[in-house]
Nanobody, 120 residues
Framework: VQLVESGGGSVQAGGSLRLSCTAS????????VGWFRQAPGKDLEFVAGVSWTGVSIVYADSVKRRFTISRDNAKSTVYLEMNSLKIEETAKYYC??????????????WGQGTQVTVST
C-alpha cells in the first residue's frame, strides 16, 4: 500500500488549503483514513479521521468547524479542506490508512507528508 499526499504549500494566516491523500489500495480491507501533523520540535498530532464507509468522522477540537475531511472511494482519495488557517498550524501533514486482513490483524500505512506553512 502506498499513500501520496499533495496540496501543501504556503498560505497567509486566514487562508485555505486542500490536502489530498491518494492510496494504492492493496488487498486488505480498508478501515479508515486519518490526517496527522507534526510541527518542528513537537509531537505528532491527530487532526481528523474518517471511516472507510464515511459513517464515522472525528476531528481534533482545535480544527473543528474549520477543517473538513472527506473521501472519494472511487478515486481512493481522502481530502482535508483547511480553512481559516493559523500560523501555529504550520507543520508537515501526513495521512495514514488502516487496513485489516482476514485474520483481523490491523495494519497502518503512512504517506511521506506534505508541508503546510502559514505565515503573516
Amino acid at each position: 500500500v502506498q499513500l501520496v499526499e499533495s496540496g501543501g504549500g504556503s498560505v497567509q494566516a486566514g487562508g485555505s488549503l486542500r490536502l489530498s491523500c491518494t492510496a494504492s489500495m492493496g488487498t486488505f480491507r480498508s478501515i479508515g483514513v486519518g490526517w496527522f501533523r507534526q510541527a518542528p520540535g513537537k509531537d505528532l498530532e491527530f487532526v481528523a479521521g474518517v471511516s472507510w464507509t464515511g459513517v464515522s468522522i472525528v476531528y481534533a477540537d482545535s480544527v473543528k468547524r474549520r477543517f473538513t475531511i472527506s473521501r472519494d472511494n472511487a478515486k481512493s482519495t481522502v481530502y482535508l479542506e483547511m480553512n481559516s488557517l493559523k500560523i501555529e498550524e504550520t507543520a508537515k501533514y501526513y495521512c495514514n490508512i488502516r487496513k485489516r486482513d482476514p485474520g483481523s490483524v490491523t495494519y497502518l500505512y503512512w504517506g511521506q507528508g506534505t508541508q503546510v506553512t502559514v505565515s503573516t
